[in-house]
């Protein structure tokens, strides 16, 4: 199984980092052999780091960074892309969809994880945005979608 995982750049301040960690944890009991991570700031880059971990404890995956733009870091600041870095070093491969941002390219890696997964794991808080239109296109391809609360 392949889990696509998508979501807000920023987190409600009630968001459960716990509730997340079970998540991941029963997808890959679940047989989860593969998550595709969008890397930008806020849920994508949680979920990275937290698969990170699982996988440096041991658990047998693979982590797919699928990067919109090669410069998709370029503004983040120190610390964020600090954290960027860790997780890229922790994915066994990377996927990169355009050499510099361009117009919809975000949309486009949506795209390509939804294309691509059995499962979209998403947390989803606003009817706009990227998420929203992941989720929506994840429907649209019958994908199974799990929300997180």
Request: charged fraction near 25%; charge should be positive; glycine fraction near 8%.
């Amino acid at each position: 199984m392949t889990v696509a995982l998508s979501g807000h750049r920023v987190l409600a301040k009630n968001f459960d980092v716990s509730a997340l960690g079970r998540a991941l944890d029963e997808l890959l009991q679940q047989g989860a052999e593969c998550f595709l991570c969008g890397m930008a700031l806020g849920f994508d880059l949680l979920c990275g780091e937290l698969l990170a971990d699982r996988k440096a404890a041991g658990a047998a995956f693979r982590l797919v960074a699928c990067i919109p733009c090669a410069d998709q870091a370029e503004k983040f600041s120190a610390a964020a892309r600090a954290r960027y870095e860790k997780v890229l070093a922790a994915c066994d491969e990377r996927v990169v969809l355009f050499p510099s941002y361009e117009h919809g390219c975000m949309f486009a890696r949506n795209r390509y994880m939804v294309e691509r997964c059995d499962l979209l794991l998403a947390y989803l808080t606003s009817e706009r945005g990227g998420t929203f239109y992941t989720v929506r296109y994840a429907e649209k391809k019958g994908k199974r979608v799990v929300l997180l609360p």
